[in-house]
């Protein structure tokens, strides 16, 4: 299935499988792993924990610990912490 990444908000890991959440409320899932897919997606994607792959241009806040993409509220990984900093550029 092809998904725009335009639509794509964030990637969440679960356990063996990975589910692409979308606007629209819409989610797809799949076997892959989400290492693997945050390699190859666009610098616009960022890894910010290690269940979690944000769409930059879709985070509509941002504190020390936490992203927003809507209302939707996600950790960041204290191992991703700079990462996420320096793409969200925060600090």
């Known amino acids: 299935m092809r998904i725009s990444y335009d639509d794509i908000l964030y990637i969440e890991s679960l356990s063996d499988?990975?589910?692409?959440?979308?606007?629209g409320?819409?989610?797809v899932a799949s076997k892959e792993?989400?290492?693997?897919i945050a390699e190859i997606l666009p610098e616009r994607f960022?890894?910010?924990h290690r269940s979690f792959?944000?769409?930059?241009?879709?985070v509509t806040r941002v504190t020390a610990n936490e992203v927003f993409v809507n209302?939707?509220?996600l950790?960041?990984?204290?191992t991703y912490k700079k990462e996420?900093?320096?793409a969200l550029k925060t600090t």
């Open 17 to 23: 499988y990975i589910q692409v959440h979308c606007s």
């Open 25 to 27: 409320r819409n989610l």
């Open 33 to 36: 792993k989400i290492g693997a």
């Open 46 to 48: 960022v890894r910010i």
């Open 53 to 58: 792959v944000v769409n930059t241009s879709k």
């Open 71 to 73: 209302e939707i509220q």
């Open 75 to 78: 950790n960041i990984g204290r």
């Open 84 to 86: 996420a900093a320096q």
